[in-house]
């Protein structure tokens, strides 16, 4: 019961944080919060993409920001809902290109009943805001 109470709540934060409170007060999920709207700035502070950056990895850190850091995290910098995505190891080290392109842009094509949110569909430029976003989180690797 718990698990299923977790996985609504977290599909749900995606679409909406304020439903997501209320299914989070309402059930018996121990632990289980609602990610923020935004990041604190120390927060999005330690996110920042090392200089010199590109416009693409600067907009992809932007929309990281506001897409994602409320749910992932940054080597321990970010949300704690969804995984961490820089420690160990990158998603970009580990991930195909392609699939980590098509995760962003249809979680649920790789994994069906898949929780995560991908970048959001009214995203303007949304195939090039998937690069960026691929590209900032290449920037962050910590390489060998």
Not at 20 to 36: I, K, Q, W, Y
Not at 98 to 114: E, F, M, T
Request: overall charge neutral; some cysteine.
């Amino acid at each position: 019961m718990k698990r299923v109470l977790l996985t609504l709540v977290l599909s749900t934060a995606c679409k909406s944080a304020p439903q997501a409170a209320m299914l989070v007060a309402g059930s018996d999920v121990a632990g289980a919060t609602v990610p923020a709207n935004e990041p604190s700035a120390a927060v999005i502070r330690s996110l920042a993409p090392p200089e010199p950056g590109t416009p693409e990895i600067a907009e992809g850190f932007e929309l990281f920001v506001h897409q994602c850091a409320t749910c992932h995290s940054i080597d321990g910098h970010g949300g704690k809902a969804g995984p961490e995505l820089n420690a160990p190891h990158s998603v970009t080290e580990y991930w195909q290109p392609q699939s980590l392109h098509q995760w962003l842009d249809n979680p649920q094509s790789i994994r069906k009943g898949a929780a995560g949110c991908g970048i959001p569909a009214r995203i303007s430029q949304r195939q090039r805001a998937i690069d960026n976003v691929i590209a900032y989180l290449k920037a962050m690797t910590h390489g060998p």
